[in-house]
């Protein structure tokens, strides 16, 4: 049970708690709970360093208090205490890998969603798994796996991140062209809406609330439950990297192998640009998988341009399967593609290892501090109409030098997508992911951090300038008119749903989308 902490104000009505900009101003602690009962716990002092902050490190905020509520019942006393003042908001908080501050609530509340118990309780006989929104998705890996043999269908490259938080967007990965987006993958949800009402929804039951949470930002309530779909786990993954120098034989290879029917190709296609150079993070050197391959640039030809391409591919297999067999079905699809033969690397890995692959990536960032630097990530969805423009003006010019890390583009497929839920998409059935996953690099070539941000901004505005049809991935705005234009005929379906399940707009403050108590236009 938590008890109320008061600093210097005891209010026994709730209603009169102060406002909380001036309340930090005096110093107070603002007396959150007088008379709630939680089993969780709040913290005010220091309260704004952890939650203050978020891997992108590009945006600082500090929240009144941190709450650890112990289950969703917390979750919903917190809201409700919210919507009692005119101008307290609530922020859930996941694994703190947001990158423009969409998981803060300056002079709010921030729930941390890890606190609550974690539960991942499995049911083979549904080939089905009750997860906790707080749960991160590598722990989800490791007990559907190790103890049954299955796993959730779809994925994220980084699996340090919490079930609630990829679901509130999407959460996209080498899968998604086959199963979607993990958000297409649950069947179940228990939320908190921002009414401060616990509801379980399905496609079946509160429909409404079930299509609008998953994708929605965290804007209609914080998922506390997630009831995944689990398929039989594969023991060993085949995987595959292959150069290309021209974009257009690799866009026709990605697009070739994500629409060929279901079960008839790989299990996981991915893609990158990497630098044509020596440079040891952003060129040739980022392509072999182990140390015991080597780029060799003579395969090259001299008239390629200042970036290449690299289509990675993977597939599943069991340890019973013969070698010769999954060599077979490999070389089936590996035939038909138009890469440069000499430059092919592959290795074989455990199912796990494979999925956990950048979980080594992030031991090294921190070794060598760059994983605490700041991370201006900008990650969008360009419809295939547009890639080859969006080749020619940011990849072969903006980003001809590279970004400091990987550069990811790849073709998903629109039809896997359920458009009743809250994501925006571009048009067309092919789109393309490009994540430019930024690092500060500790060396004299890197950019500034404003100057990455700067670059970053130029990036859309040559989209925007262009017309191109894209949508931000992850996204973050500023204005009332770029959300609008960012949701675009969902606009309307959007605050309407807002209206509904959080009218005060006491939820995730930090997405600037809607100010507390607005009025629908």
């Known amino acids: 049970m938590m008890i109320a902490y008061i600093e210097r104000f005891v209010h026994e009505d709730v209603e009169s708690v102060p406002d909380p900009e001036s309340a930090e101003q005096e110093g107070d602690v603002l007396p959150l709970f007088n008379g709630v009962n939680l089993n969780g716990t709040v913290e005010f002092a220091g309260c704004g360093s952890a939650a203050g902050s978020d891997f992108g490190g590009v945006q600082f905020s500090k929240p009144l208090a941190v709450i650890r509520p112990s289950n969703s019942e917390d979750v919903a006393k917190v809201i409700r205490l919210a919507s009692r003042s005119p101008h307290l908001t609530v922020a859930a908080r996941g694994n703190g890998h947001s990158v ?19 539960k991942i309780e499995v049911d083979p006989a549904t080939a089905q798994a009750d997860v906790s929104g707080g749960a991160l998705w590598e722990d989800v890996l490791k007990r559907c796996v190790l103890d049954y043999g299955l796993a959730p269908r779809s994925w994220t490259d980084y699996l ?18 086959i199963y979607g987006p993990q958000s297409e993958n649950v069947t179940e949800l228990e939320v908190v809406t921002g009414n401060g009402d616990v509801l379980v929804c399905s496609r079946n039951q509160n429909s409404e609330l079930f299509f609008s949470v998953l994708g929605g930002l965290g804007q209609f309530g914080i998922i506390t439950r997630a009831r995944v779909l689990l398929q039989p786990s594969p023991d060993m993954v085949k995987w595959i990297r292959v ?3 021209e974009f257009s034989e690799f866009t026709r290879d990605a697009e070739f192998l994500v629409t060929l029917e279901e079960g008839d190709s790989f299990d996981y296609v991915e893609g990158f640009v990497f630098v044509n150079s020596d440079d040891p993070v952003n060129g040739w050197p980022s392509v072999p998988m182990d140390s015991n391959q080597f780029f060799d640039p003579t395969h090259i030809p001299r008239t390629a341009g200042p970036v290449l391409y690299c289509l990675e591919v993977a597939l599943h297999y069991n340890n019973v399967e013969p070698p010769s067999a999954v060599d077979t079905r490999v070389e089936r699809f590996m035939g038909r593609l138009r890469y440069v033969e000499e430059l092919r690397f592959e290795v074989e890995v455990g199912y796990m290892e494979f999925l956990l692959r950048v979980k080594r990536a992030e031991e090294e960032a921190k070794a060598n501090g760059i994983w605490d ?10 419809s295939k109409t547009d890639i080859a423009n969006f080749d020619r003006l940011v990849f072969k010019n903006i980003l001809k030098h590279g970004v400091g890390g990987p550069m990811l583009v790849y073709p998903l497929l629109r039809s896997k997508w359920d ?28 950019l500034s951090v404003q100057e990455m941000v700067v670059q970053n901004q130029q990036i859309v505005q040559i989209c925007t300038k262009n017309g191109f049809d894209f ?5 973050h705005y500023t204005s009332n008119e770029s959300w609008k234009h960012h949701f675009g005929n969902q606009w309307t379906r959007f605050q309407d749903r807002k209206a509904s399940f959080d009218p005060m707009a006491i939820l995730a403050p930090g997405q600037k989308i809607f100010p507390r108590n607005w009025q629908p236009s």
């Open 160 to 177: 340090g991140l919490t079930v609630g938080g990829t679901l509130s967007n999407a959460g996209v990965s080498g899968q998604t062209f």
């Open 419 to 446: 458009n009743r839920k809250s994501v925006a998409l571009p048009e067309g059935e092919i789109f393309y992911l490009v994540a430019l996953l930024r690092f500060c690099l500790p060396y004299p070539k890197g």
């Open 373 to 382: 630097a700041p991370h201006p990530w900008l990650n969008l969805f360009v």
């Open 100 to 118: 423009n501050g969409q998981a803060m609530a300056h002079r709010g509340l921030a729930l941390d969603m890890k606190a609550i118990e974690s």
């Open 471 to 475: 949508k931000l991935y992850l996204p």
């Open 243 to 245: 150069v290309y120098t």
